[in-house]
């Protein structure tokens, strides 16, 4: 039941933009929700990732928009910076030909004097996360007292990321009769409380709760022990050499781990997780988003929401510990009508998380076969890999008492004066390739762990 755009009764400038973007007919959350806003009734909007809802949102709040009011009109809440800019961004591209109106996205990370200025110039539409517009309101350089409109997306993530707090006390700012809306992926008794204290008789627009299996992804998993998870997702990365893809870790120091595996092994990869630089982060995004890094290697928070073309994969390299999560990060592939491929590796640690994962999506998840002989060949080759790292790791433990010996032995040369005819050889050398500790710690290498070196069996 989707229809044109032309249908709903939209100005005629802003039709030029949609129809400029390619968007032909409206997804089904867009041809129940617009109506509804239009009308102005507050709406809980229910649809999967990737299914349109910020046109749902953003397009009628557009038409809302009284061009001859430079009050700031429409408020938008997004959990991330990266989705907050995305909103934005999307948000400009309606407005393509409604120059009258301008919007702002205001996160945290970025420089608050230049989003005081840039507030100065009186957007219209402001989209931010909740800690930034918090601190403008505070510092009294946003007023959103004449807000029409307040919509709160991806509202179950603002919730799991501890901001109802902040909810509230923006609410509170705003005016009572204001039209509020609320998108989410998931429903939660959460949301169903916010909802109760924020809206007014909301109607609730849900498109089909079994969703993932209609959105174009098929989804794999792979019984996979942490240690061969890199192996697998190498392999898989040459295999199907998709355009872009993701890979989401747990940690962000798993996500730093992966990526710089990945690089060394020569892929175009790279890591983005909370605690990097916000800059860092955007010239991260623009470079996936044109293509320019291949894998984005990421932790939930920063990678939610993110809409880019392309994504043909994407690899839960850890099992999320929130079944949501799920849902959110293979949303990222398969977007906008295209096809895409999701794998979770799932070791017997993350079994039973998995299990749920299945039982609350509904999901088909088929485990990942057709490959098995290729990948068990693999897995011993990876097998003895990991067999002989242990044996070095197994060194490795007794390594400070083996230096210990040695070191023993270097002292009473030293005191003795035994080692002068080296002396010279070794100066020649210094001053030609290496440090005197490049040089020591090279030696010691070579006396301990070179297996068939007499030296190190004298010493063992
Ligand atoms: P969601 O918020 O539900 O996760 P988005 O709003 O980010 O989804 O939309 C996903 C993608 O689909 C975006 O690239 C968007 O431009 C595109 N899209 C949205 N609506 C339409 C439409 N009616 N026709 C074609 N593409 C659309
Ligand atoms: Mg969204």
Request: hydrophobic content about 35%; overall charge positive.
């Given at each position: 039941?989707?229809?044109?755009?032309?249908?709903l009764?939209?100005?005629?400038?802003?039709?030029k933009?949609?129809s400029?973007?390619?968007?032909k007919?409206?997804?089904?959350?867009?041809?129940?929700?617009?109506?509804?806003?239009?009308?102005?009734?507050?709406?809980?909007?229910?649809?999967?990732?990737?299914?349109?809802?910020?046109?749902?949102?953003?397009?009628?709040?557009?038409?809302?928009?009284?061009?001859?009011?430079?009050?700031?009109?429409?408020?938008v809440?997004?959990?991330?910076?990266?989705?907050?800019?995305?909103?934005?961004?999307?948000?400009?591209?309606?407005?393509?030909f409604?120059?009258?109106?301008?919007?702002?996205?205001?996160?945290?990370?970025?420089?608050?004097?230049?989003?005081?200025?840039?507030?100065?110039?009186?957007?219209q539409?402001?989209?931010?996360?909740?800690?930034?517009?918090?601190?403008?309101?505070?510092?009294?350089?946003?007023?959103?007292?004449k807000?029409?409109?307040?919509?709160?997306?991806?509202?179950?993530?603002?919730?799991?990321?501890?901001?109802?707090?902040?909810?509230?006390?923006?609410?509170s700012?705003?005016?009572?009769?204001?039209?509020t809306?609320?998108?989410?992926a998931?429903?939660?008794r959460e949301?169903?409380?916010?909802?109760?204290?924020?809206?007014?008789?909301?109607?609730?627009?849900k498109?089909?709760?079994?969703?993932?299996?209609?959105?174009?992804?098929?989804?794999?998993?792979?019984?996979?022990?942490?240690?061969?998870?890199?192996?697998?997702?190498?392999?898989?990365?040459?295999?199907?050499?998709?355009?872009?893809?993701?890979?989401?870790?747990?940690?962000?120091?798993?996500?730093?781990?992966?990526a710089?595996t990945?690089k060394?092994?020569?892929?175009?990869?790279?890591?983005i997780?909370?605690?990097?630089?916000?800059?860092?982060?955007d010239?991260?995004?623009?470079?996936?988003?044109?293509?320019?890094?291949?894998?984005?290697?990421?932790?939930?928070?920063a990678?939610?929401?993110?809409?880019?073309?392309?994504?043909?994969?994407?690899?839960?390299?850890?099992?999320?510990?929130?079944?949501?999560?799920?849902?959110?990060?293979?949303?990222?592939?398969?977007?906008?009508?295209k096809?895409?491929?999701?794998?979770?590796?799932?070791?017997?640690?993350?079994?039973?998380?998995?299990?749920?994962?299945?039982k609350?999506?509904?999901?088909?998840?088929?485990?990942?076969?057709?490959?098995?002989?290729?990948?068990?060949?693999?897995k011993?080759?990876?097998?003895k890999?990991?067999?002989?790292?242990?044996?070095?790791?197994?060194?490795?433990?007794?390594?400070?008492?083996?230096?210990n010996?040695?070191?023993k032995?270097?002292?009473?040369?030293?005191?003795?004066?035994?080692?002068?005819?080296?002396?010279e050889?070794?100066?020649?050398f210094?001053?030609?390739?290496?440090?005197?500790?490049?040089?020591?710690?090279?030696?010691?290498?070579?006396?301990?762990?070179?297996?068939n070196?007499?030296?190190?069996?004298?010493?063992?």
């Open positions: 039941m989707n229809i044109k755009f032309k249908d009764g939209l100005s005629k400038d802003l039709l933009a949609i400029i973007m390619g968007f007919e409206t997804t089904p959350i867009q041809s129940k929700a617009i109506p509804e806003i239009l009308k102005g009734g507050d709406i809980i909007g229910l649809a999967a990732t990737g299914t349109g809802k910020t046109a749902a949102f953003g397009i009628p709040a557009i038409e809302k928009v009284d061009v001859d009011s430079k009050d700031v009109q429409i408020l809440l997004c959990p991330t910076r990266e989705l907050a800019m995305q909103v934005a961004d999307e948000m400009n591209k309606f407005l393509k409604k120059k009258e109106s301008s919007v702002l996205a205001v996160y945290g990370g970025q420089s608050i004097s230049r989003q005081i200025n840039a507030l100065r110039r009186k957007p539409i402001i989209i931010g996360t909740p800690g930034r517009i918090l601190d403008h309101l505070e510092r009294g350089t946003l007023k959103i007292n807000i029409k409109m307040l919509v709160l997306d991806e509202a179950d993530r603002m919730l799991d990321m501890g901001f109802r707090k902040d909810i509230k006390r923006i609410l700012a705003t005016k009572k009769n204001r039209q809306l609320l998108f989410s998931t429903m939660s949301i169903l409380n916010l909802t109760r204290s924020y809206q007014k008789n909301p109607k609730t627009i498109i089909d709760s079994n969703e993932l299996n209609k959105l174009s992804i098929e989804q794999f998993y792979l019984n996979s022990e942490p240690g061969y998870k890199i192996d697998f997702l190498m392999d898989l990365i040459n295999k199907y050499d998709p355009e872009l893809s993701i890979v989401f870790c747990n940690t962000k120091r798993k996500v730093d781990k992966i710089k990945l060394q092994t020569g892929f175009s990869a790279a890591g997780h909370g605690d990097m630089r916000q800059s860092k982060r010239s991260i995004m623009n470079r996936f988003r044109k293509n320019k890094i291949k894998i984005l290697v990421a932790t939930d928070v990678a939610r929401g993110i809409d880019v073309d392309n994504v043909q994969a994407v690899f839960n390299f850890e099992i999320p510990r929130e079944t949501d999560s799920y849902i959110h990060r293979i949303g990222r592939t398969g977007r906008a009508g096809s895409g491929k999701a794998f979770s590796f799932v070791s017997k640690s993350e079994k039973r998380l998995f299990e749920k994962i299945i609350y999506t509904k999901s088909h998840i088929k485990e990942y076969s057709n490959q098995k002989d290729n990948f068990s060949s693999r011993k080759i990876v097998e890999k990991n067999n002989k790292e242990k044996l070095e790791l197994n060194c490795d433990g007794h390594l400070e008492k083996k230096a010996k040695v070191l032995k270097v002292e009473k040369n030293i005191t003795k004066h035994e080692h002068a005819i080296y002396l050889i070794a100066q020649n210094i001053s030609k390739k290496c440090t005197h500790k490049d040089l020591s710690a090279a030696l010691l290498k070579i006396l301990i762990e070179e297996k070196n007499k030296l190190f069996r004298k010493y063992n």
